[in-house]
Every structure is written in structure tokens, then in C-alpha cells.
């Protein structure tokens, strides 16, 4: 009989989205008249149409492949290069970040990337990640067996594990001890904190002192309106030398179905082999995309080109003034509502402290069952997420609303 990979029985529980949805539809099937006002403050996913810029790109490209004169067949596995050139320009050299259109590499989201870039690093990486934290890079560091067992609060052997409290506004400090991989994500999933450059910059420090790589998940960049915080952690120098970034267009470009993203993984970063030598990461992530994949649809690919177009900006732009209209909205109800809450202004989402004392699940369930609003309770991103609950700002306009209108009633 074949072998499974024994760490999948190390993980804890399902995936969280999933294990949240699997209960709202339980209650939905039990209380049907609370389902039909049912709110979804959960998930991060966004709900607005896609841009203009993008359905008429990624029409006009499924039109080229129904012409014999303009058919593709297999695109380049890393990326087309009209789309990794733009980005390289608009993101990052526009922004005077010397960033190659060759270190750009397409992709189907960051959340896949979490998963695949584990594919180029060692077993032996000690891994550090804040807690609370987006659990993807936890379960897939889990599945690839670089953690030892789950403990009792949820977290896994081997991992080093960030405390994110208001104590320190959900920035973690670098630890005293060594480690060889930390990820950060900046705006942050699920708290809504931000890093500032000095922030960012005692990172980039520790990660040269202890020879560490940073996997920097920039997934909301584009919501940070405070012109004081950096959009990429290229911007803090000595980054090209120790960071790897991942991109998505799910929150700007509202791509969570379409699916499309990007690393940004510089020639400048260097990992150990077991016997001492120092070799570039760029050459063995250009042959596992060569390898293991042949990119993103070409369709798919013009949508996210048109997001940069003069049109497809402005329209991005809209996308995200709605959904922060939402957060201020939110936010500015759950104070009323006496709740500590915390992000919110440059980010989508918004952490709130459940009130009299009530465990994260326990809110979960009062939200639903009182309010008829699906949260996700803190718990889930972390033994340090206990006691909290996000809200996201992904929703119409109505629906944020209404939310702030009934969290009047808790
Ligand atoms: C979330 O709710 O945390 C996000 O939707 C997860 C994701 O982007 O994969």
C-alpha cells in the first residue's frame, strides 16, 4: 500500500474559512428565517463587480484565441512579459525601487504562492510567524513537515510564534533568537495594523544579522492611504538581499475568483545548501515555475495588465475608497457599540476585543444567532487572536449599513 503524507494528520482542524462556512450553513438550515437576513462579515472576500478595464480586456483576449491569426497556446511559465514588466515598472521602479521584470513572477494568488515557495526552501528552516496570523502559512509549512506536532493551543511544535497584542499595536518585534524564515504580512490579515519604515527596517536588520529570509505578504497594499507607510518592504534597504513579497490582485482588482498574482523574488537572495555553499533562491524558483506550472490563463494575465491602465486605476481606486467606506462605517460602529476595535483605516479589516469576557467562538455564535452577521472569530488565526473578532469590509454598501445599524442591538 502507498505511503500519505503524515503531516496532514498533524494539522489541527479543517481549513478555517471553510470550518466557519460549514457552520453558518448548519444554523442557516436550523433557523431559515434568520438566513434570509443573514450578513457575511467573515471571509475576506470581496463582493463588487470586477473593473470595466479588466471584463473588456480579458474579453478582447478569449476573442484573440478564437482567431487562428491571434491564437496562443502555452504562455511563459513565469508570466507573460507584458504583464511582469508593468508591474516591475508601475509597483515598484515608478516608486524608485530597483526591481527587474525578470524578478516578477505570475501566479494564480499569494495564497498559492505561500504554499508553492516552500517548495525552493529547506526542511531545517526555523520558522518564526506572528500570532494572530493569515493561517495558510502555517498549515502549509505544516503540510510540507517543517513543524513538529499541534500543542494545546492550537499552534505546532518548531514554529516561533510572534505574540500581536495591542501592547505592541500588532507589530511584532524581531525576537532575540535565530530564525530562519519570518512572515510578515503589512497591511495585516486579520488585526489591520500597519508597520511603520522603522518597523519594517529592524526587520530587514535581523533578517541580515541572522542571514533570514522575509516572506512579506503585501495582499492589501493598495488600501494604505497614510502616506508615512511603505506599500512594500523594497522600500527599506537591504531588502533585495533578505525579502521575498507576495502580491495579489484579489483585493484590488476584486480578482479572488479570477485568480492572479505575483512574487517578487529578487536575484539578490541567497539561502545556505547543507554544506555551507550561498545560492541565489531566483534560478530555483524559475525552474519550479518552469516545471510545475505554464502560469496563468492569457486572458486572465490582459484582465491584470488593464488594472494598470489609466481606466482600470481609477476603477481599482473606486473599488477601494467603497470597501474603506465600509471599514470607517464599521469601525465607527463598533465603538458605538462600546467595542475596542483597532485597524480598519488602512486596511479592510477591522480586530474588535469581544465584549464581557466572551471567548472568540462564543462571540461568533452571539453575532449569528443575535445579529444574524457572520464574524470570524479570533481564535482561529492564533492562540494571541483569542478574545477578538474581524470584521470585514468586504460587502455593498447596504449591507455595511445594515450591519452598523444592528450592532446598535448587541
Ligand atoms: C481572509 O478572509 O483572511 C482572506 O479571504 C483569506 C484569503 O485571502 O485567502
Excluded at 501592547?167 to 503589512?186: A, G, M
Aim: glycine residues 8%; charged residues 25%.
Amino acid at each position: 500500500m502507498a505511503y500519505l503524507n503524515e503531516n496532514y494528520l498533524k494539522l489541527q482542524a479543517g481549513y478555517f474559512f471553510p470550518e466557519i462556512a460549514r457552520r453558518v450553513r448548519e444554523f442557516c438550515e436550523a433557523n431559515p428565517e434568520a438566513a434570509k437576513r443573514l450578513i457575511r462579515c467573515g471571509i475576506g472576500d470581496v463582493t463588487e463587480p470586477l473593473p470595466r478595464a479588466a471584463v473588456e480586456a480579458m474579453k478582447r483576449a478569449v476573442e484573440e484565441l478564437g482567431h487562428s491569426e491571434s491564437f496562443r497556446g502555452y504562455g511563459p511559465e513565469q508570466g507573460y512579459e507584458f504583464l511582469r514588466s508593468i508591474i516591475a515598472q508601475h509597483d515598484y521602479r515608478d516608486r524608485n525601487i530597483e526591481i527587474a521584470d525578470d524578478e516578477i513572477f505570475i501566479s494564480d494568488g499569494s495564497k498559492c504562492d505561500c504554499g508553492y515557495i516552500l517548495d525552493i526552501l529547506g526542511d531545517q528552516n526555523k520558522v518564526a510567524v506572528p500570532d494572530p496570523v493569515y493561517p495558510v502559512y502555517v498549515d502549509t509549512n505544516v503540510m510540507a513537515g517543517h513543524t513538529g506536532q499541534g500543542t494545546k493551543d492550537g499552534g505546532y511544535e518548531g514554529i516561533l510564534y510572534l505574540p500581536c497584542t495591542a501592547e505592541n499595536d500588532f507589530v511584532p518585534e524581531p525576537p532575540k533568537e535565530h530564525v530562519d524564515l519570518v512572515y510578515l504580512c503589512f497591511p495585516n490579515n486579520p488585526t489591520g495594523a500597519v508597520a511603520s519604515r522603522g518597523q519594517l527596517a529592524q526587520w530587514v536588520e535581523y533578517a541580515h544579522a541572522h542571514e533570514a529570509i522575509l516572506l512579506f505578504d503585501a495582499a492589501y497594499e493598495s488600501y494604505i492611504s497614510d502616506p508615512e507607510i511603505p506599500h512594500s518592504i523594497f522600500e527599506i534597504p537591504g531588502a533585495r538581499e533578505c525579502a521575498i513579497e507576495l502580491c495579489s490582485f484579489s483585493k484590488n482588482g476584486g480578482f479572488t475568483g479570477v485568480r492572479c498574482g505575483f512574487t517578487v523574488m529578487s536575484n539578490s537572495v541567497l539561502a545556505r545548501t547543507e554544506n555551507g555553499r550561498r545560492l541565489p533562491l531566483h534560478p530555483l524558483w524559475q525552474r519550479r515555475w518552469s516545471t510545475k506550472s505554464n502560469s496563468v490563463s492569457y486572458p486572465v494575465q490582459r484582465g491584470a495588465e488593464a488594472l494598470y491602465s489609466q481606466e482600470g486605476h481609477k476603477q481599482v481606486r473606486a473599488l477601494i475608497d467603497h470597501y474603506m467606506g465600509n471599514a470607517k462605517l464599521l469601525r465607527g460602529a463598533a465603538a458605538d457599540a462600546e467595542l475596542k476595535a483597532f485597524g480598519g483605516v488602512n486596511a479592510p479589516y477591522i480586530w474588535v476585543e469581544t465584549p464581557d469576557g466572551l471567548t472568540s467562538w462564543e462571540m461568533f455564535d452571539r453575532m449569528l444567532r443575535e445579529l444574524n452577521v457572520v464574524i470570524t472569530p479570533g481564535a482561529g488565526f492564533g492562540a494571541q487572536g483569542e478574545g477578538y473578532f474581524r470584521l470585514s469590509a468586504f460587502n455593498s454598501r447596504e449591507n455595511a449599513e445594515e450591519v452598523a445599524r444592528r450592532l446598535k442591538n448587541l
